[in-house]
């Protein structure tokens, strides 16, 4: 007969389907109750013992695949955490290179635990149940031989027992029945030896794994506690070493320098221009005109009194027309702020003062514009003469110790970076 496949003949394809029609009639017929069943109740709680282990043995190793996934999470949650700390960890604080050897052992130190769990635990389990496919499949296999030795009997019997006995299709079936009985027997007795086996090793594998799981676990949290404490010594120490102020703070870079010089440029410019468009012209009657004792902003003022032999004599609103005096006064701002104008009519303090900050740090001007401060030192704040010369993060003031002594604006005043001061009026 020609081959169907490799290894396969029709006439094998016919006998397993003659089997398996076979097994069917032998289990309707168990069902129905006209054929007795053979019991083995010894190995049927070996069965079950065996499908009670696959599943708990199943559902721990996808409960470790979760633990194992957890600690994958907690690595990287950890390794920003620590990378994030190393970003704001400025490298002039004390403890710099510390902290980035912390953060490097503790990415290490995750690293060996989540591999050494892999290796002790999930590749142990893996192997644990790499075992039971193999004898489910056996188990299987026998109940299989079962119902075919079970058949062979039931074949036999009927022969035996009929009215017209064929001894050659008894001594068949007969041969038949050793067949199926051997083949039953040697597969039975190999997984009556090694489901109990099994059955007993699960309580060796379960301590066996949950005490490595445990160790490691303990060595990583005695490691890390170990780092932790590093980190925390070298946190407290720089919490010192910041109160004790022994590291500089830094003042926000400035954009627009030499803020006096290129003041008095453009005043001098001002000047200069005004005084070109600027063409007094004397009396008819030759008189001097008296000076006016306050200036106006942005008016010229005309000569409100002459000097004439019969003294000081009004003019008449025809010989001496004034203009409308206009004084325009705006807000000071710092920073964008709006601030009240109350106190920069105080007579001992500086025109425009705002309020009071004093250095909690020492700052070296870096310009001629800016003010030298030590720690301790009082400044009045003062607005900028032009809000838009005003750098995000500096202020404008007068040193109180400067404006005390020599009450000069303009020598005195100068710009200072606020978070080197503390607000105190």
């Not at 003042?251 to 063409?279: H, I, V």
């Not at 008819?284 to 006016?292: A, I, L, M, N, R």
Request: aromatic share 8%; charged share 30%; with cysteine.
């Amino acid at each position: 007969m020609a081959e169907m496949g490799k290894g396969v003949t029709a006439g094998k394809i016919a006998s397993n389907v003659q089997k398996k029609l076979t097994r069917a009639q032998e289990k309707v017929l168990q069902k129905l109750g006209k054929a007795d069943e053979t019991k083995d109740e010894q190995f049927e709680q070996c069965v079950q013992n065996f499908n009670k282990q696959l599943f708990e043995g199943s559902k721990l190793q996808k409960d470790l695949r979760t633990y194992l996934a957890s600690v994958k999470a907690m690595h990287e949650a950890s390794k920003k955490l620590t990378e994030c700390l190393q970003e704001v960890y400025e490298p002039e604080w004390p403890g710099s290179s510390e902290t980035n050897k912390i953060a490097e052992n503790n990415d290490l130190l995750w690293t060996d635990f989540h591999q050494k769990l892999v290796d002790q635990a999930l590749l142990t389990m893996d192997t644990y149940l790499g075992q039971f496919p193999d004898i489910k499949s056996r188990i299987a296999k026998r109940g299989r031989k079962l119902v075919d030795y079970d058949s062979a009997r039931h074949h036999y019997e009927s022969l035996q027992t009929a009215k017209k006995k064929d001894e050659a299709k008894i001594a068949k079936a007969e041969e038949e029945l050793v067949k199926a009985q051997k083949v039953f027997e040697e597969m039975n007795i190999d997984l009556q030896e090694e489901l109990p086996s099994l059955w007993n090793s699960r309580v060796g594998f379960y301590v066996n794994t949950f005490q490595s799981i445990a160790g490691l676990e303990e060595n990583f949290h005695k490691e890390m506690s170990k780092l932790n404490q590093n980190l925390n010594d070298v946190l407290v120490n720089l919490e010192k070493e910041h109160g004790s102020s022994t590291y500089p703070v830094k003042a926000q870079p400035r954009k627009k320098t030499k803020l006096f010089s290129r003041l008095r440029k453009k005043m001098s410019s001002d000047s200069t221009s005004a005084k070109a468009n600027k063409t007094p012209s004397s009396p008819p009657d030759g008189t001097p005109v008296t000076s006016p004792e306050t200036k106006t902003v942005n008016h010229e003022p005309e000569p409100s009194t002459l000097e004439t032999p019969g003294g000081g004599i009004p003019k008449s609103p025809s010989q001496s027309s004034l203009p409308a005096v206009v004084v325009e006064t705006f807000p000071a701002t710092v920073n964008g702020t709006v601030e009240g104008g109350a106190p920069s009519e105080r007579a001992d303090m500086p025109p425009g003062f705002l309020f009071k900050v004093q250095a909690m740090h020492d700052y070296a001007a870096t310009d001629n514009d800016e003010l030298q401060l030590k720690t301790g030192d009082v400044v009045l704040v003062i607005p900028f003469d032009n809000p838009e010369e005003q750098d995000e993060g500096w202020l404008m003031g007068v040193k109180e110790s400067d404006w005390l002594q020599h009450k000069e604006f303009d020598q005195c005043r100068g710009v200072f970076p606020e978070n080197f001061t503390e607000r105190v009026q």
